[in-house]
């Protein structure tokens, strides 16, 4: 089994920034992906941005492209979402997820899910 752990949601005005961590624990993988999702109330999940852990490679969905910043830290097993120039839309429950084999964007892909983190965006 995997554990994700994630943390750094929060509230910010619109413009601002917050970084959110996800950190794994537990089994580990050869070729694996995590990946950023979110939920807004009365809206499906999707992804914000996802990375591949063996070379690093990001996607970003065009909504965030130039605003979010996706990395990881091998060494600590942990993936960071750096968020900029925060919008009201972007408010929503954040999701850390992890999938065994190549970066997806589809949701149903990953098999495991963090807890979820409140990121809240005021106009």
């Known amino acids: 089994q995997v554990q994700l752990v994630e943390s750094g949601g929060g509230l910010v005005q619109a413009g601002g920034s917050l970084r959110l961590s996800c950190a794994a624990s537990?089994?580990?993988?050869?070729?694996?992906?995590m990946g950023w999702f979110r939920q807004a109330p009365g809206k499906e999940r999707e992804v914000v941005a996802a990375i591949s852990w063996s070379n690093g490679s990001p996607y970003y969905a065009d909504s965030v492209k130039g605003r979010f910043t996706i990395s990881r830290d091998n060494a600590k097993n942990t993936v960071y979402l750096q968020m900029n120039s925060l919008k009201p839309e972007d408010t929503a429950v954040y999701y850390c997820?992890?999938?065994?084999?190549?970066?997806?964007?589809?949701?149903?892909?990953?098999?495991?899910w963090g807890q979820g983190t409140q990121v809240t965006v005021s106009s």
């Open positions: 537990g089994r580990t993988f050869n070729n694996y992906a």
């Open positions: 997820a992890l999938r065994r084999g190549w970066l997806t964007t589809t949701v149903t892909s990953y098999d495991y």
